[in-house]
């Protein structure tokens, strides 16, 4: 421990003990024995006696100081006075022995000379009583009052023993150094050597080095505990945010705390001294032990609720301290309030949490399911589709797509092949739709280039491209492109458009050749009535007559006619056939061109169904002619149905007849492969006697004005003549079902395209 | 002395069978149409009756069913210039129906009136 860690009273208590003990030794080795008066050897010894006695006269002093540090804690200026008092003294006293003992003898004080005997002895004696005994005394009294007095139990012991310490220490020096000599009479035996005795508070001199070790021994302990616990203690209390006051038993406040004052907006020393109930409400119990809550007390307009703890705290027999020890709650509500808030939130937040995933998780699943949709639609799609980004890089295809270009995700086309329909619909934004030519590798060619492929018999193929920007902010646009392959349909085109135009001439010529057969009919007609009066005449006229002659010739001209109109007749009839040879064709086509034709004028109680059509198969003949069949055919199933309503069905689909097929009303159809057509109504039907008939020309179960009667009997011709061949079903009022067989073709397609 | 029908509707031609079969003394009677024709041969009977195939107003076919109805089939002549297909159509039909005999225009005079006189012998 560093020297100046040891307080000041005893590092002086400590050199008052060396110079004492320094001068007791100096006066033994030089200045022991008896002196007589006024030799240099008694005034170096008095002069040496005043310099210990100039300090020892400060031990009570000192001693009382170590209290004042560290106990009673009320510094007061008594021991200067005291000390330069004792100090004046001791220097008048021991000059006046050096010099003149004598005078010291004969000092009479109200008739009483204390010093006329043992004039040093005595002087040393009373100043011990005068100026060191009070501050023993006082000191030992301050130990007991703090003893008694102090909150600590343990600094009370300290305290206590202390105090006994002191007075057995001081007593015994007292008992030793004055009353024993006075009582015992050494002291008066010899007069001359009682002058020159330095044997004076022996004991007190090493009393005065225990007190010292006794004060620092004090000191520290009761200290280090201050320090450590009460110091402590004070120090929280003052730091403490709750409020603590102490009030005696009249309820006068004698201390608080900082917090006390912070929290009543009041300071703590203008609280001092005033009343404990101008503090809290008065109706309080304030000297009972009790706690209270939500006590509420104005402070600055704003109403606080506090929570108080009245208790007691007996510091004596009598002196008894009560404390208040409070805390402002309304922030702890408040707080409370906020955290029940905040904790409300917090799971109203984890709710909206687990809601927030939920959604997310459904919108999740919903477009992972829009996605798959999507890609399964795209990939659906019966053509090529797909989608380049702004830049022209491929983002998506499909699987026609891939496997036609493969996979291109994340690439992009040579900028130079990118052609200029593609470039307008990416910068600006117009849907560009271009039809293609296309080689087997894909490259687009011109239509005299795919000409002359056709001609080697090279495949190529004709698209439909479509460029679809995507508008969103400003160009360049995504662009979604769709390559339809139109080949297929480009040929059903043009083979549907051939049969119409076969059809057409075969029904031009026919035209023509019914407007002959009726020019014919009349000028056969005309020319059977010149014949007949001719041949008449010539009956009429007798033999050789001259006439007879010139209706010859009249004769032979109206034959020469009639030769002439059968030639004309061939003719146009021969053309009509030469014009429509027999072709190969589909005959779905035809069939679906008369549900077409027969759709427009049909009545709304009639519904045709024409779903089950092979499309595959291939028929050879006269387009017109298989035409004008199912026509006929149609419009007498039509017919049938007028009145009733009805579903009218045509049927397509491949026949093999193992063996000749034999039914009623019509001839036997031989063994082989057909394709066979059914037309099936829900009509009236058909009586045995009707169906006999049905392909006689002229027949007709229809009302006068209505038809001819020759559709059915014109169908078996032309049946006959595609080497065709029919089956008929009836029941009456359910219906007619008419089954034809038409040999299949069974060219390869090479040899048809030869062939044409 | 026996009485024809001739039905057709070229006057002409009626008047020239009624000229041809007139010389060889029948009476010979003619109508435009079949519906002309039926109110004669209801009333009265008729030995033969030629008819056109083609006509307005109730044609040949027509003819020929009714006269099969009164069973006068074997009477009948049925007589066709020819239309929009060959002459033989209409008179295979015809023949279908059971008439006596068909013969195409122009008429071979010679041929019907020995026709005439076979079925007139025969119902005699």
């Known amino acids: 421990m560093a020297v100046h860690h040891i307080p000041r009273p005893v590092r002086r208590l400590i050199l008052i003990n060396i110079i004492w003990n320094l001068g007791s030794v100096i006066g033994i080795l030089f200045f022991n024995g008896t002196h007589e008066v006024g030799t240099p050897t008694y005034i170096g010894r008095q002069i040496l006696f005043g310099i210990q006695m100039f300090f020892w006269i400060r031990t009570g002093n000192e001693c009382y100081s170590i209290g004042e540090e560290v106990a009673f804690s009320r510094h007061n200026k008594i021991r200067i006075l005291l000390n330069g008092i004792g100090s004046f003294v001791v220097v008048t006293f021991t000059i006046l022995l050096a010099i003149a003992p004598e005078a010291v003898t004969r000092i009479n004080f109200l008739g009483f000379t204390p010093f006329s005997e043992r004039p040093i002895f005595n002087s040393a004696i009373l100043i011990y009583l005068l100026f060191l005994l009070p501050g023993y005394l006082a000191t030992i009294f301050q130990l007991c009052k703090n003893g008694m007095h102090s909150i600590n139990k343990a600094a009370a012991q300290t305290s206590s023993y202390m105090a006994a310490s002191f007075a057995i220490f001081i007593a015994v020096a007292f008992a030793f150094d004055i009353i024993i000599p006075l009582l015992s009479g050494v002291l008066s035996s010899d007069s001359e050597t009682q002058i020159g005795t330095s044997q004076i508070l022996i004991w007190n001199q090493f009393m005065a080095m225990f007190l010292t070790l006794l004060c620092g021994q004090y000191y520290t302990s009761v200290s280090y505990k201050n320090k450590s616990s009460y110091w402590l203690l004070n120090k929280l209390i003052s730091r403490m945010e709750e409020g603590i006051i102490y009030f005696d038993d009249n309820g006068q406040i004698v201390h608080a705390n900082q917090g006390a004052a912070k929290l009543l907006g009041i300071s703590s020393t203008s609280m001092k001294g005033k009343s404990i109930k101008s503090v809290f409400p008065p109706s309080l119990e304030f000297f009972r032990e009790t706690v209270y809550n939500d006590i509420r007390i104005t402070i600055g307009g704003e109403i606080h609720s506090f929570k108080i703890h009245f208790f007691r705290n007996s510091q004596t027999l009598t002196t008894v301290l009560n404390i208040a020890f409070f805390v402002d709650q309304s922030k702890t509500l408040l707080l409370q309030q906020n955290l029940k808030t905040l904790n409300d939130q917090y799971v109203e937040y984890t709710h909206d949490l687990v809601r927030y995933q939920d959604r997310l998780n459904k919108e999740a699943s919903i477009k992972a399911e829009k996605e798959n949709v999507l890609n399964t639609l795209i990939n659906a799609l019966p053509f090529r589709v797909w989608y380049k980004n702004e830049q022209g890089v491929y983002q998506k295809q499909n699987q026609q797509d891939i496997e036609k270009n493969g996979a291109r995700e994340g690439a992009s086309d040579d900028p130079q092949l990118i052609s200029s329909f593609e470039r307008d619909a990416r910068d600006l934004g117009e849907v560009r739709v271009h039809p293609s030519i296309e080689d087997k590798d894909g490259k687009e060619i011109t239509q005299d280039e795919a000409n002359t492929l056709a001609k080697n018999g090279d495949v190529y193929g004709f698209f439909d491209n479509m460029y679809i920007p995507i508008i969103q902010g400003k160009p360049p646009y995504k662009t979604l492109c769709i390559k339809v392959d139109m080949t297929e349909q480009r040929r059903l085109e043009q083979e549907r458009n051939m049969l119409r135009e076969q059809k057409f001439i075969h029904s031009r010529l026919e035209e023509l050749g019914t407007m002959c057969g009726a020019f014919a009919h009349d000028y056969n007609n005309i020319l059977g009535s010149q014949i007949g009066f001719c041949q008449l005449a010539q009956e009429m006229l007798p033999e050789g007559h001259q006439a007879s002659m010139f209706i010859a010739e009249a004769l032979k001209a109206a034959q020469r006619g009639k030769t002439s109109l059968e030639e004309l007749l061939n003719a146009i009839r021969g053309n009509a056939n030469a014009a429509t040879p027999a072709m190969v064709f589909s005959p779905y086509m035809i069939i679906e061109d008369v549900v077409k034709k027969v759709a427009l004028t049909l009545p709304p109680t009639i519904v045709i169904n024409s779903q089950d059509l092979d499309h595959s198969l291939k028929i050879k003949g006269i387009v017109a002619s298989l035409d004008r069949i199912i026509s006929n055919l149609a419009n007498n199933a039509i017919f049938a149905m007028k009145k009733t309503g009805g579903t009218l069905t045509f049927k397509l689909h491949e026949q093999v007849l193992e063996k000749e097929l034999i039914t009623p009303y019509a001839p036997p159809v031989p063994a082989g492969h057909y394709a066979q057509m059914d037309i099936s109504d829900t009509g009236s039907g058909m009586d045995s006697g009707t169906l006999e008939r049905i392909f006689a020309p002229f027949f007709t179960t229809k009302a006068p004005g209505e038809g001819l009667g020759l559709g059915l009997s014109s169908a078996l011709r032309l049946l006959k003549e595609g080497n065709a061949y029919f089956t008929v079903h009836t029941t009456l009022g359910k219906g007619t079902t008419f089954n034809l067989y038409w040999p299949l073709n069974t060219e390869t397609e090479t040899e048809t395209k030869k062939e044409d | ?124």
């Open chain 2, 1 to 124: 002395m026996s009485t024809i029908l001739v039905i057709d509707d070229d006057e002409q031609f009626n008047l020239m069978l009624k000229s041809a079969l007139e010389i060889k003394g029948y009476t010979v009677e003619t109508a435009a149409n079949g519906k002309d024709a039926k109110a004669l041969y209801q009333n009265k009977s008729y030995d033969v009756i030629i008819t056109d195939i083609i006509m307005p107003d109730v044609d040949g076919y027509e003819v020929i069913l009714d006269l099969r109805r009164l069973n006068m089939s074997d009477r009948t002549i049925a007589v066709s210039g020819g239309g929009r297909t060959a002459a033989d159509d209409y008179l295979i039909t015809a023949q279908h129906f059971n008439v006596a005999a068909t013969f195409n225009k122009p008429v071979d005079l010679q041929a019907l009136r020995a026709k005439v006189e076979e079925i007139i012998k025969a119902h005699a």
